[in-house]
Structure formats: structure tokens, C-alpha cells
């Protein structure tokens, strides 16, 4: 069987908020309907989710703005530097990871959230790299980080 339901939430997998889904009574009414993620489908609930989707739609597009301006600034950042310990084959001790790039940036005077640096895997050799930063779900920016003996 199957339930219909009106997205309260945005629900990762299922779709955005304002959105109509069919989904399994099961998962309707043991995840979906008490966290509140979403509702039947009545006028009432249509009515004051379109209040609720316009003042959501305000909200990301005011976020998008910010993050669009950020990626701006970032961009004529001409790069930060991190010091680290490493060998004669200029292999580190240790790795530089997402937090150090992130603690450069804020040096930088670009404070980020923690999951901003895209690094597929820690950086293990001196050098310059060039890393993704993911500033919102539309916007993306890049920041050279040069790894230097310390």
C-alpha cells in the first residue's frame, strides 16, 4: 500500500518541500509523518505550506547571495599556506586535512563551515594544490593551498 503525502521539509532521496509523494505507509508512519517531514495532503496544509514555501525560497536565495559574494572574495584570494613538518622526499610526517585548510582560511579572514573543503584525501606532499570549497549546493569555489616545510 501506499500513502500520499505533501513535503513539509526538504527530504534527501525524496524531493523538496511543497512536493506531492507517494510513498510506503510504513515509512509514512514511522519517519515521515512524526518528524514532522511531512502531512497529509489538505487544503488547509496546502494553504500554509505555500506561506511556508515562499518564505524558504527568501531565505535560500538570500543564502545564495551571500555564498555567490563569498566565492567572489575567495576568488581574489591569492592563496594561503600551511607549515608542516616533512622528510627529505618531501613526503610529510603527518597529512595537512580538511580542518588545517579550513583553520588557513580563517587566518584568511574566511570563516567556513566545516564540511566547505571538498578533499577527496589528505594532502601527503609538499607542494601547491588547488582545493575545491563547496560554499552552498550551487555554488563552488577554489582556493590554492601551498604545503611548505615548517
Known amino acids: 500500500m501506499s500513502t500520499e503525502l505533501v513535503l513539509m521539509e526538504d527530504v534527501a532521496g525524496l524531493g523538496k518541500i511543497g512536493e506531492t509523494v507517494k510513498v510506503a505507509d510504513g515509512y509514512a508512519r514511522n519517519f515521515l509523518l512524526p518528524r514532522k517531514l511531512a502531512a497529509k495532503v489538505t487544503p488547509g496544509i496546502l494553504k500554509s505550506l505555500e506561506a511556508k514555501k515562499k518564505r524558504v525560497d527568501q531565505e535560500r536565495e538570500l543564502q545564495l547571495g551571500a555564498a555567490r559574494e563569498l566565492a567572489e572574495k575567495i576568488s581574489r584570494l591569492s592563496g594561503v599556506s600551511i607549515t608542516a613538518q616533512a622528510g627529505d622526499d618531501d613526503k610529510l610526517y603527518g597529512s595537512v586535512a580538511a580542518h588545517q585548510i579550513l583553520e588557513a582560511l580563517e587566518k584568511a579572514g574566511f570563516a567556513l563551515g566545516k564540511h566547505a573543503v571538498v578533499l577527496p584525501e589528505p594532502i601527503k606532499v609538499l607542494g601547491t594544490y588547488t582545493v575545491e570549497l563547496a560554499l ?15
Do not use: L
Open 136 to 150: 552552498h549546493a550551487d555554488v563552488k569555489s577554489s582556493v590554492s593551498v601551498t604545503v611548505v616545510r615548517g
